[in-house]
């Protein structure tokens, strides 16, 4: 699979440094090429010139090189970018000639100068690329805001737009601080839990870039004291998810491979008789909240945790 991270790797805790953190082979002047910059996968990766036909194979760098780039320098995104129901970026997308998954023979005759992949595409692939002389910078996914910023950072250098990187880091910040400031108004006591929960039945807990969602929209993650599994998952019983009792419920709006799957998810949720006693049921308080959001690796996270935190205290946004 290419582009869009495997659901049960989306709120995966991040164990790779931050892009760009790792140090640069040569240096540089501001704005200036060639540059080399280590990539999440400890490889070297040069770039000769100000690239000018770059493909995105992964949705966070869609994301980041729709803000970053001309549309006359992005040849190629990934097919989910056009997926309304994984994709923040439909529209802004569109215009981009090539619609891509990982096909080596076809990405080579489109004779890109850079090509950004994720650090679970098939590694295979990533050496038949690089051994055709492509540069190709494997990125990890971000779970903090502060590693999302790196790679943002990282992304603007390597296709010479850092002040406009600069500008996408500070818009964030502006976003992300006004939430902060209006939930701040709610006493540590008060702030409500909050549970994604899964249709194989697990939530993501500490650690995952879901719980840094659920921590700055000012609300409390119901398994955040749960250990985690290597990809950040707390499997849960219906029992305990009952002992849990979460204020609010947020489930998938995307099933991967299944289009109605999301609906008769929830469905199967809020008429199951053995959950009717959930607070977040009694109150009409289970949401499904869009893939693109729950899962943003990119300056999108700034609009999940705004989203989240409109969906818990729509009173603070009121004036």
Same mark, same amino acid.
């Given at each position: 699979?290419?582009?869009? !991270? ?11 440094? *931050? ?7 040569? =240096?540089? =002047? ?6 080399? #910059? ?31 780039? $001309?549309?006359?320098? #992005? ?7 056009? /997926?309304?129901?994984? $994709? ?28 950004? @992949? ?9 050496? !038949? ?59 540590? *006591? ?43 998952? @707390? =499997? ?8 849990? /009792?979460? /204020? ?18 929830? !469905? ?21 909240? =869009? ?7 990119? !300056? ?10 409109? #969906? ?8």
């Amino acid at each position: 699979m290419v582009g869009i !991270q495997p659901v049960g790797a989306r709120g995966a805790r991040e164990s790779a440094p *931050a892009a760009g953190t790792t140090g640069e082979a040569r =240096p540089h =002047p501001e704005g200036g090429f060639p540059v080399t #910059l280590v990539d999440d996968a400890g490889v070297p990766v040069a770039v000769e010139r100000r690239p000018r036909r770059i493909i995105s194979l992964t949705t966070s760098t869609d994301e980041i090189l729709l803000d970053l780039v $001309s549309l006359d320098r #992005l040849i190629g995104v990934t097919v989910f970018s056009q /997926d309304p129901d994984v $994709s923040n970026v439909v529209e802004k997308a569109a215009p981009v000639p090539h619609k891509l998954q990982l096909n080596v023979e076809v990405i080579v005759s489109l004779r890109p100068d850079l090509v950004f @992949v994720a650090n679970w595409t098939d590694a295979s692939e990533v050496a !038949q690329l690089r051994g055709s002389g492509i540069p190709v910078y494997l990125l990890s996914t971000g779970v903090r805001v502060e590693e999302i910023e790196s790679k943002i950072l990282t992304v603007a250098r390597l296709v010479g737009e850092q002040e406009r990187g600069r500008r996408i880091v500070e818009d964030m910040r502006t976003r992300l601080a006004e939430v902060e400031s209006r939930v701040a108004a709610i006493p540590p *006591a008060d702030r409500l839990t909050v549970m994604d929960y899964t249709t194989w039945g697990s939530a993501q807990g500490r650690g995952s870039s879901w719980d840094e969602i659920v921590r700055r929209a000012g609300l409390v993650n119901a398994v955040g004291a749960f250990q985690a599994d290597d990809l950040g998952q @707390v =499997p849960l019983s219906r029992e305990t998810l009952l002992s849990l /009792d979460p /204020d609010l419920l947020i489930l998938p709006g995307w099933v991967y491979g299944k289009p109605a799957g999301s609906g008769s998810f929830y !469905q199967s949720i809020v008429g199951d008789p053995a959950l009717r006693s959930l607070r977040a049921i009694r109150e009409g308080r289970v949401y499904r909240m =869009p893939e693109g959001l729950r899962a943003a690796a990119s !300056q999108y996270i700034a609009d999940a945790v705004e989203y989240l935190a409109r #969906l818990a205290y729509p009173e603070l946004w009121r004036n």
